[in-house]
């Protein structure tokens, strides 16, 4: 009796699941625009599930389209450049996240978070503003191989991982992030870079052209003049060196097989720009029994770091390879080294230096030599001779001045201010004079760069070591006693300082026995 209890209650409770359901069905029919045409069937069955879009999917259809009020901030479509990758935003999901290991020096380094699509320039600028370093447009990232004696500073578009992805896994190849004033001086001072003996118009041989009409041209217009001249190059895989007439094109690099004749059946093709990575060679000599000091080589991007890979070349002076260097750069890379330019330049102007910091930034071309000696007010000094002996008697009467402010009581700091240049940056102790050289050699040497390095020579006494036209210049810092005074002097006690730190801030406002002033000081960072 239970059983059939419960058969028959069941068999209710189903006949009216499908009334229910059918009544829905009906009331469905009814409301319906067709229902005319419809008809009543058996029950459907109701889904007990339904997909639910997700979170994602939802804000793409209910989210309505804005467009990007700043197009031109986009990167193009198929450019290597990444624009804004440091600007808090999640990398793209297509890109792999990289460790990069980066070096300031010898033994300190630190490691970088990047993706694929990570700039050079990004690299500098996070390193720059981790570091708290002034003019981020002077640090560069520096390949450094250091078994082969080669350097290249990486061009700010360059994506670090794909060049790191070019060495070899068993290597001592690295990053070095480092000052380089003169990745851009070309576009300020271009006769410093290009020699007019080394220029020739491509279009018509007999006719040179200025190194100002040679930037302005491969900017502008796009055309390429010729770059000519003598080098000792030595292919890879011999011990010879041979000079050679050579010539730099935009379709590459030729060297003459008669004399300095530029005949098509005279030249004999070296390698292609598109495909050529230009280096800086360092122990020349020593690595690879260079006829100078001045070596550079060539190395095809696909070809693997060896030495018999290596185009080796020398130059007679500094000057000169670092035109052909500048010029393997321009030709190469072209619009975009402006491109790059003028993107360190707005970056500098959005972190513009304090008025402190920014005093002595164009002196020079704001400065004129006054005579205020008369009652009638000030008058501008035409005479260059005159100016001179104004500047002279300048710097009298303000060492007289600095004297006599130091001279009173310093409540037991004499100390602190005889050392107080061992903290600045352009100290670098005890250096030697050939170590001097080459750190200024490394970031640029450009006019003005200096540093200042104990005397191997003499005792107690300092080298201020500066950079004019391309060339180191040292100059002898001797301590000097006048009564109970110590104080110290470049010019046989003509000028006198009490202080190292008086010493540079005069002469990054007077140049005094100084061919240049003091601009730039060669710096080296722990980072």
Known sequence: MEVKGCRSELEVFRRLTIETVSRRDSVSVKCSPSSQILQMSTPRSIPLTHSIPTKREFRASSAPLIPNPFPELCSPTHSPVLTGSFSGRDPPSNSSTHVLRVFGDATHSRSVLVTSGTTAHDVCRMLAQNAHCTDEESWALIEHHSALGLERCLEDHELVVQVQSSWPVESDTKLIFRKNYAKYEFFKKPVLFFPEHMISDSTDVTKGMTSSELVQNMVKSGSCPEIQGFLHMREGGKKSWKKLYFVLRRSGLYCSNKGQSKEPRHLQFVGDLEDLNVFTVFNGRKLYGAPGEHVFCIKASKDRFRCQDLKLMCADSEQSRTCW?????????????????????SSAR?????????????????MVAMDFSGKSGGRVIQNPHEAQNAEQEEGH????????????????????????????????????????????????????????????????????????KLKTKHYLIIPLEQGDKQYYTMDDGVTLFTDLLQLVEFHQINRGILPVCLKHPCTCIAI
Not at 325 to 344: D, E
Not at 350 to 366: F, N, V, W
Not at 425 to 438: L, N
Request: hydrophobic share 30%; charged share 25%.
């Open 325 to 345: 260097i500048t010029a393997f750069r321009l030709f190469k890379h072209g619009k975009q080294l402006q491109c790059n330019y003028q993107l360190s330049q």
């Open 350 to 366: 959005l972190h513009k230096p304090s008025r402190q910091d920014s005093k002595y930034a164009d002196r020079e071309e704001s």
């Open 397 to 468: 009467n303000w060492r007289k001045r600095e004297a006599l402010r130091h001279s009173l009581p310093t409540n037991g700091h004499g100390s602190h201010l005889s050392a107080v240049h061992r903290v600045q940056p352009w100290f670098h102790g005890g250096v030697s004079r050939t170590e001097a050289q080459r750190l200024l050699e490394e970031q640029g040497q450009v006019d003005g760069m200096f540093l200042i390095r104990d005397s191997q020579l003499h005792a107690q006494c300092f080298v201020l070591s500066l950079c004019y």
